[in-house]
């Protein structure tokens, strides 16, 4: 049984020829995609975008057709396993500048390999390998 639902994005933008991805640091340490809490009504997408807007600060953001993830995992919270599952979707931004939350301690903008790398859950590498057809199919 899940017991938390939350919706995320993997967001890319081109900087010339190069493709980079935003990746954020959580206070826990780790590095990741912009993802958050589903709230009451909301749609999974407007559940991203918003997430989206309230840790970065970017607005112009546009979905990628035909990549929609969803990842399950759990985690210890005040002495209970909480059962979490993030659907994430791709899209595109033309902004690089960042205005970061409160929510996480910085962020970086990385091509597919250094991204990779940087990310510290497997499965959100997973999300990133699946992504990159659709990533690098894109027209500029």
Not at 83 to 102: N, P, R
């Amino acid at each position: 049984m899940v017991d938390e639902r939350s919706s995320g994005i993997l967001l890319f933008r081109h900087e010339g020829e190069k493709v980079k991805f935003l990746l954020l640091h959580y206070p826990s340490g780790h590095w990741d995609f912009i993802k958050g809490r589903i709230e009451k009504n909301e749609q999974l997408k407007e559940a991203a975008l918003r997430e989206a807007r309230e840790e970065t600060g970017i607005t112009d953001i546009e979905f990628v057709d035909g990549y929609e993830e969803k990842i399950q995992y759990s985690y210890q919270y005040d002495g209970k396993t909480i059962q979490k599952e993030v659907v994430f979707f791709l899209a595109k931004t033309k902004t690089s500048d960042v205005t970061l939350s409160d929510e996480h301690l910085d962020f970086v903008w990385l091509e597919f390999d250094e991204a990779y790398k940087r990310i510290t859950y497997q499965n959100a590498r997973t999300l990133l390998a699946k992504a990159r057809s659709l990533v690098f199919g894109q027209i500029k």
